[in-house]
């Protein structure tokens, strides 16, 4: 197959700042390559301090004058449910312009954008179903609940499935009545561009939504040193989310950190084998392995390991490596070739730290462009660095254990604690193995589904605080207590 380039492309890329498009005010920009080539294939505008004020002041300004936090949940309601209708009509061509500018397979970008139609659909139900607490001591104080928006977030998004995860912060962030000012990720600034069409569309507000483009240490670092964005919802990395905490704490912000992972996927011996391998190939190597939730550790009970990692390796070899815009691949292309470098100088460590019995390399076929291939390690060591380290790519370490203390003690021996994956038909087994691992978000016999309402985050170093359901309109709010006497 050859490989297409979506037609109308934009010329360059603009931020969007009080309801227009515009560039820098120092007129630089940046370049957006595409992962297939490495070749650039738009520049982007590179926002600074400047731009960022200018982004805050128009949100700060709709926030204080505008209708957006004044009206009722109802009214914010509709605007978000049109925002989900546009965003599911136009489901094809956003994930055409998703998949050539981040290298995900194009079925798996599709399922992304209607995922994050669902996002939007999802808080503006959420928002009109909203009750808040009163509580009475009889005859004496009426106690209630008074939840207000709480101004300008700054959302900081990282570029794995950028469109759906900026969507998981613009919806409660929005749907709440706050304004604010999305500072998404350099590598893939495509489309959240479009996010402004939207909007306009839906007829959100003018000033609501802003839009920063830029480096992370210039624009990303300008929102969270802003005196007047007393929110940060970060997703990214652990060492960049502790930057962020450093950096925010002058000005005792509210802070949202999902962060990075190292996820394990536990098989015990009595699991049904068929589905383990099915659900932990794809748990690693959906998405290119550029998921948070990566079941990037597989522990294996010994009765089976040698049956698992066969059968597990010439399923890795079948996984189809493609040109991101072919329907039939699964794993496309890395998004740019900083992380491909990184994620390649993995592969060759592991090569000295486990045995190979998948991929190792590029494949042979795609001599250009970030391609890898899908690559498994067996007899993994606990302290080796492919075993502790977050690859954020199409590589899994596997690693035999005996007995379920020993499965748990190499379940929790890393700094993440994302989520984890287990496998086996004994009840009891499961829910005590999800009740000791240290993982935000515990799968039992499942594949990575969920449902919305639920919390979502990690502890140790994935994260600091959860989002979903309540949860984000919690933070998206203060709860201010009015207390009456009687
Ligand atoms: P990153 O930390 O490099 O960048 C994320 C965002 O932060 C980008 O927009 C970047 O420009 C910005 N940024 C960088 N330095 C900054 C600074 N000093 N101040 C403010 N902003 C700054 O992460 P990435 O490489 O884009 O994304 C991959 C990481 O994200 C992985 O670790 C992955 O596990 C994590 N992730 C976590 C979740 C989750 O929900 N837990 C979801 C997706 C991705």
């Known amino acids: 197959m050859t490989r297409r380039t979506p037609a109308d492309l934009p010329a360059r890329i603009q931020h969007y700042i009080g309801g227009s498009f515009v560039d820098s005010i120092d007129g630089d920009e940046f370049d957006v390559l595409d992962p297939v080539t490495n070749e650039t294939y738009v520049r ?37 449910h049109r925002i989900a209708d546009l965003v599911e009509s136009r489901d094809a061509r956003l994930a055409e312009l998703e998949s050539f500018d981040s290298g995900l397979p194009i079925t798996q970008a599709l399922g992304q954008a209607r995922r994050a139609a669902e996002n939007f659909r999802f808080f503006a139900d959420l928002i009109v179903a909203q009750t808040d607490d009163a509580f009475k001591v009889p005859g004496r104080q009426l106690n209630y609940v008074n939840r207000k928006p709480i101004g300008v977030a700054g959302l900081i998004t990282p570029w794995n499935t950028p469109f759906m995860l900026e969507s998981w912060k613009l919806a409660p962030a ?78 005792l912000k509210g802070l949202s950190m999902e962060l990075g992972g190292k996820s394990p996927a536990i098989v015990f011996a009595d699991a049904d084998l068929d589905a383990a391998i099915d659900a932990t190939i794809f748990g690693v190597f959906s998405l290119n392995g550029e998921r948070c939730t990566a079941g990037s550790r597989i522990l294996v009970q010994r009765d089976i390991y040698d049956e698992f990692v066969a059968r597990y390796a010439a399923q890795a070899d079948r996984v189809k490596v493609g040109f991101p815009d072919d329907p039939a691949t699964e794993v496309g292309a890395l998004v740019h070739p900083e992380h491909y470098a990184k994620v390649m100088s993995y592969v060759e460590h592991g090569k000295t730290e486990g045995r190979l019995v998948a991929g190792g390399g590029r494949p042979d076929e795609f001599p250009a462009g970030n391609f890898v291939r899908p690559t498994v390690f067996a007899d993994v060591a606990p302290d080796a660095r492919i075993f502790q380290e977050e690859i954020f790519g199409p590589v899994v370490a596997i690693t035999p254990f005996d007995t379920d203390e020993e499965a748990l003690a190499l379940a929790n021996d890393t700094k993440y604690g994302l989520a984890a994956y287990v496998w086996t038909n004994d009840l009891k087994r499961a829910h005590l193995f999800a009740q000791n691992v240290e993982a935000g978000m515990v799968w039992l016999n499942s594949n990575n589904v969920r449902d919305l309402r639920t919390p979502f985050g990690g502890v140790k170093a994935s994260g600091l605080g959860h989002e979903g359901g309540y949860r984000s309109i919690d933070f998206y709010t203060d709860q201010q207590a009015v207390h009456i006497t009687l």
Do not use: C
């Open 174 to 251: 929005l749907a709440t009545g706050n304004t604010v000012v999305l500072k998404p990720a350099e590598f893939t600034p495509l489309s959240a561009s479009l996010w402004a069409g939207i909007f306009e569309e839906a007829g959100l507000p003018e000033g609501v939504f802003n839009l920063v483009n830029g480096l992370g240490e210039d624009a990303g670092d300008a929102l969270v040193k802003h005196p007047d964005v007393p929110l940060i919802s970060f997703t990214g990395e652990s060492s960049t989310g502790q930057l962020i905490f450093a950096n925010a704490a002058p000005f």
């Open 44 to 80: 982007a505008a590179a926002g600074k301090k400047a731009d960022v004020d200018a982004a805050v002041a128009a949100a700060r300004a709709a926030f204080t004058e505008g209708p957006w936090p004044r009206m009722l949940p109802r009214e914010r309601s509709r605007v978000l």
